[in-house]
């Protein structure tokens, strides 16, 4: 308990007397009242008998309702009468009241156990007989609440009728106020009994008038202060028994020095208003030995003087003892501490005193009678705000435990600048084990923990890197064992430390490699620093064998090591994979479409995957995927086609490596391939050009999920690039191919159609020649117009074939625009070949623009738009419709028509030079393929869509500008 509960207590205890005297006072106020109340009421009865007069009638119902106390009236032990406090202390109304006993106000039992009703009837008695009762009663309201009154009884005569006169005050707060004294005193004297501080209770009589001057009060207290209250511990600190020893005595009994001294000392009680704490004082015990006391003190005041004064004081004189011989040794401590760069310190808990010195200019920069004056709150202002927190509970914690402690924290040195500060505190106890004192010292280790972290740093890195490493490090003796293992050791081979340490490292070396790896590692042990790697299988707890490699280094030199340290890593998957690489290799050395067959036979046996194909997209249908070559079940089958749409493939081609370990048919549901091939897993590797345009993708698809798709992605993107360039050798191939057979067509075409238009002129040069001579004009003329037809016929085919030679060659600069309005410059321009054929013709509005070359595109748009009407169905009015659709995220413009119609077999062939449909309609047959021409060299491509003959036709084409469409 603190000195603080002594001084409440003490409070409390001395206010009790004055509570039970208000007590007293109160009954009396009663007992006057009511007789002034009785006294009134027989005055009136009296005067209303005799004189009848109104006016003191109503001054008793003035008393009578006015009373601050109950009051009732009862005839024969039954309530005739009361007023209005009634109501408000039991909560019954006066109604309620009138003609009931006094039990309805009472429990069953009183506090001392007996009837209530018995109780009554003794008291009621008593007072019928003459007596006055006064007794404390138990009430009970009519809500159940117990109420502490106390009632007076007494007997009134009213109209000569002897009635019984009830006053009742309900006491329960002074009732509770008494009890909390008696509590209050209860844990008084249990602290007292039990603290190891000495208490008493000064009293002082007379009191001292607080109004004369502080020489005036000490000399008063002096001599007229007396200790009437005392505990075990204070008289045992005067070398007593017991603590009726005490009481009577004055501070002269134990004071050293004359009263004067005393005086002087005493003074600093009035000063402080009789509240000290620690004050210092020197005195004497029974045997006249000599105590240090520190003594704590409140006063106890009555209307301006002081009647008391409670003290509890501790007996320090081991502490001062020890403060004195400390003091002798700080001159010493000084140097030592300057000498070192130490700041030392000592802090007095039991008089707050600090002393502080030693380097403490050369550590915080202050002057040291500067320092020395700081108090523990400037002191703490020093402390970084980071770290005042917690210096201060670990502070405290070490108090509370009794431990010496060591804290490091930030101090704000006088130049501004934060500098660290190590502080190592002691703490100093007395006999009873209580801590009494802090001695530390205070050292600036900045720099040293600069380097210290340095060095922490750089191992932890060190340490992390090792722990977190893939590969293993340990260390092997001589002759071969175990003397170090890093933390990854057991990640690759399983073992704990503790199964490896002191064993044979070579024993874990598959038998095959055995010898081999000995006689390597001893091939390094006569060479300081000297290395060798190497390539063997090992045995691993879980694992079974792995192929590790390993680089050995003889370290049997260094202190530290002295061993050789051994660098493993497991290269199991890549030893694998170079032998599966190497197998794959093996057995693709073929071109063409044998390789793409061993390719895709080889990946599906060495990863065993159930289908493994190549895929490049259909020339011919678009959003359609077509395989170079598959494999099921390690066999090559016939080649599929795949829909590209709703498809994994799709988010392959021409993007990215597509990875689906399990559930793929879950991801896709859409997609009935990867149902019809019971697929669970899926890998597909995009396969792009030497341009970096998408040709196709390599597929992987297996009816089990892919738990390593390491192996499968590094093989398969390995052959990615052998594949693009296979397919691009093929692609150049079949154009070359494509290119003679259009140059075989090209040639005998043109021997043919230039030799037919020769052969008429020549002929018909001859028949000019013979008109000529005969005169025969007509004919004459109608030579000269064969011959003038087969020469625009010559010049028209010329013209075409230039025309067709310079796609490719000579190319425009390239602009943005809309297919719309390339696509209505056509229609004008036609206007005047076919009448009104803007009326037959729907363009679509406001169609994606594509930065192109704009010429080209519009003569790509007026051959198939001419083709269109060259080919028209003269039954039905002819229609024409430009426009644009999407297909695969990809815009499609297309030219649709109402005409004749193609029959399936001639949809590619239509695209072939000088190849016509119908001979008899006017044309060279070069259009189409001027448009094909022109829209691939625009990375597009162009096809036709028929229903057959007399179903209308509809050219589609694509283009791929130099800025994308938009």
């Avoid at 007992?31 to 009785?38: F, G, P, Q």
């Avoid at 020095?257 to 004082?281: C, F, H, V």
């Avoid at 690759?492 to 070396?509: D, I, K, P, Q």
């Avoid at 044309?923 to 209308?952: F, M, N, Y």
């Amino acid at each position: 308990m603190s000195f603080q509960f002594i001084i409440d207590i003490g409070k409390k205890m001395n206010t009790s007397t004055k509570l039970k005297k208000d007590l007293l006072d109160e009954i009396e106020i009663l007992k006057s009242e009511n007789e002034k109340l009785t006294k009134s009421l027989r005055l009136s009865k009296n005067k209303l008998s005799r004189m009848a007069l109104k006016k003191d009638d109503n001054l008793y119902k003035s008393l009578f309702e006015n009373s601050p106390d109950v009051i009732m009236i009862l005839r024969e032990g039954i309530i005739i009468d009361c007023n209005h406090k009634s109501e408000e202390i039991f909560g019954y109304t006066k109604k309620e009241i009138i003609n009931q006993s006094l039990e309805i106000f009472a429990p069953l039992l009183q506090s001392d156990g007996r009837p209530s009703s018995q109780v009554a009837y003794e008291y009621n008695l008593a007072t019928l007989k003459g007596e006055p009762q006064y007794f404390e009663w138990l009430g009970k309201k009519k809500n159940g609440d117990i109420a502490n009154t106390f009632i007076q009884l007494n007997t009134i005569t009213i109209d000569n009728e002897l009635l019984l006169q009830v006053t009742i005050r309900d006491v329960s707060a002074l009732k509770r106020i008494s009890l909390e004294l008696e509590k209050s005193k209860k844990k008084l004297h249990i602290f007292l009994e039990q603290t190891s501080e000495g208490v008493s209770f000064m009293t002082i009589y007379p009191p001292i008038d607080l109004s004369l001057s502080f020489y005036e009060q000490a000399k008063h207290y002096i001599e007229n202060g007396f200790i009437t209250e005392a505990n075990q511990a204070l008289a045992e600190m005067y070398g007593l028994k017991n603590p009726s020893d005490l009481i009577g005595k004055s501070l002269k009994d134990f004071w050293i020095g004359d009263q004067e001294e005393m005086i002087q000392s005493m003074m600093d009680w009035p000063r402080a208003n009789y509240r000290l704490d620690n004050k210092i004082t020197i005195e004497k015990d029974s045997n006249g030995d000599i105590h240090y006391f520190s003594n704590n003190s409140i006063g106890i005041f009555e209307n301006n003087h002081l009647v008391g004064l409670w003290g509890a004081q501790r007996d320090i004189t081991d502490q001062f003892i020890i403060n004195k011989k400390i003091k002798e040794n700080e001159e010493r401590f000084r140097i030592i501490s300057e000498q070192t760069g130490t700041i030392v310190y000592d802090r007095n808990l039991i008089t707050g005193e600090i002393i502080r010195t030693g380097a403490i200019k050369e550590v915080l920069g202050y002057e040291a009678e500067e320092y020395q004056a700081f108090s523990l709150e400037k002191f703490a202002s020093l402390i970084h705000p980071d770290d005042k927190y917690e210096t201060h509970y670990k502070e405290q914690l070490a108090i509370q435990k009794g431990d010496n402690f060591q804290s490091l924290y930030r101090m704000r040195h006088k130049n501004g600048k934060y500098i660290l500060i190590e502080d190592n505190c002691f703490l100093l106890k007395d006999e009873s084990g209580k801590i009494i004192r802090l001695l530390g010292s205070m050292k600036d280790v900045t720099l040293q923990k600069e380097y210290e972290e340095k060095i922490i740093r750089s191992e932890e890195t060190f340490r992390t890197l090792i722990t977190n490493m893939t590969d293993s490090f340990f260390v092997l003796s001589a002759d071969g064992l175990f003397k170090y293992i890093s933390p990854s050791h057991k990640a690759l081979f399983g073992y704990e430390e503790e199964e490896l340490m002191g064993t044979f490292a070579f024993n874990f070396v598959h038998p095959d490699d055995r010898e081999r790896i000995i006689n390597m590692f001893g091939g390094i042990l006569s060479t300081d620093g000297a290395r060798v790697t190497a390539q063997y299988k090992n045995i691993t707890k879980h694992n079974g064998w792995r192929i590790f490699e390993s680089i050995g280094i003889n370290l049997l030199s260094h202190k530290d090591i002295n061993g050789i340290l051994i660098n493993a890593r497991d290269v199991t998957e890549k030893a694998l994979l170079d032998d599966a690489v190497k197998t794959l290799i093996e057995g693709t050395t073929s071109v063409g479409r044998e390789f793409f067959n061993s390719l895709v036979l080889e990946l599906s046996t060495l990863l065993n995957f159930k289908y493994v194909f190549l895929l490049v997209e259909s020339k011919d249908k678009p959003g359609v995927l077509k395989t170079l070559a598959i494999s099921e079940k390690q066999k090559i089958i016939e080649n599929i086609e795949y829909n590209k749409s709703d498809s994994p493939c799709f988010n392959v081609i021409g993007r990215a490596i597509q990875v689906y370990p399990e559930k793929v048919q879950e991801l896709f549901p859409n997609d009935s391939d990867l149902k019809t091939m019971e697929a669970e897993s899926y890998i597909g590797i995009p396969i792009t050009s030497s341009q970096g345009k998408p040709l196709g993708l390599l597929v992987g698809i297996d009816n089990k999920p892919m738990k390593d798709i390491t192996p499968a992605k590094y093989l398969m993107t390995l052959f990615s690039a052998r594949v693009s360039s296979e397919i691009e050798r093929l692609s150049i191939i079949n154009e070359l191919e494509d290119k003679n057979a259009e140059l075989e067509r090209f040639t005998y075409t043109v021997s043919h159609d230039l030799k037919s238009p020769v052969i008429t002129i020549k002929g018909f040069l001859g028949m000019l020649k013979e008109d000529a001579k005969a005169g025969n004009i007509e004919r004459l003329e109608s030579d000269i117009k064969r011959i003038s037809n087969a020469a625009d016929k010559m010049q028209n085919l010329l013209e075409d074939l230039l025309q067709l030679s310079r796609i490719g060659r000579l190319v425009n600069s390239s602009s943005e625009f809309s297919i719309s309005s390339i696509s209505e410059e056509v229609i004008e321009l036609l206007q005047g070949n076919f009448s009104s054929l803007s009326s037959y013709v729907t363009i679509e509005p406001n169609m994606p623009t594509v930065y192109a070359d704009k010429t080209r595109l519009r003569e790509v748009v007026q051959n198939l738009v001419e083709n269109s009407i060259k080919y028209r169905n003269v039954d039905i009015p002819l229609k024409i419709d430009i426009g644009t659709i999407s297909k695969e995220d990809e815009i499609v413009y297309f030219v649709k028509d109402n005409g004749m119609g193609i029959k399936k077999e001639y949809l590619n062939k239509i695209f072939g030079l000088f190849e016509k449909l119908n001979p008899s309609i006017d044309g060279t047959g070069i259009g189409l393929a001027l448009a094909k021409r022109i829209v691939e060299l625009h990375g597009g491509k162009i096809w036709a869509e028929s229903d057959g003959l007399d179903k209308g036709s509809t050219f589609y084409f694509t283009i791929n500008s130099e800025r994308g469409n938009k």
